[in-house]
């Protein structure tokens, strides 16, 4: 191992011990944002119930340790080649 990687795994090994005991509760508390354009309340519910089934599923994850975040944007706050969506023929999709 060369001089710079020895001492690198020095600094690890000194803050994050090899044989150390600490097991997370939690495999992660994964937040999830789904940036898109305004819709219902009622596919934003399902979205948000599919999202944390996923994290369920693969992850391991409790349900009540995912978080979705929806960030809504319309047509006034969002722009594709150099026009804004509010202002272009087929609307902001």
Same mark, same amino acid.
């Given at each position: 191992m060369k001089p710079?990687? &020895?001492r690198v795994s020095a600094?690890? /090994?000194a803050? $994050?011990?090899p044989h150390s005991s600490f097991t997370?509760? *939690?495999p992660s508390m994964p937040i999830v944002t789904v940036q898109q354009f305004p819709r219902s309340v009622a596919q934003k519910r399902e979205l948000a119930r599919r999202i944390t089934e996923a $994290? *369920? *599923?693969v992850y391991g994850n409790s349900a009540?340790?995912?978080?979705v975040f929806f960030n809504e944007v319309d +047509? *006034?706050?969002w722009a594709r080649g +150099? &026009?804004? +969506?509010? /202002?272009r023929e087929d609307g902001p999709r």
């Open positions: 710079a990687a &020895r600094i690890l /090994d803050h $994050f011990p997370p509760k *939690e $994290f *369920e *599923e009540e340790s995912v978080q +047509g *006034e706050h +150099g &026009r804004l +969506g509010c /202002d």
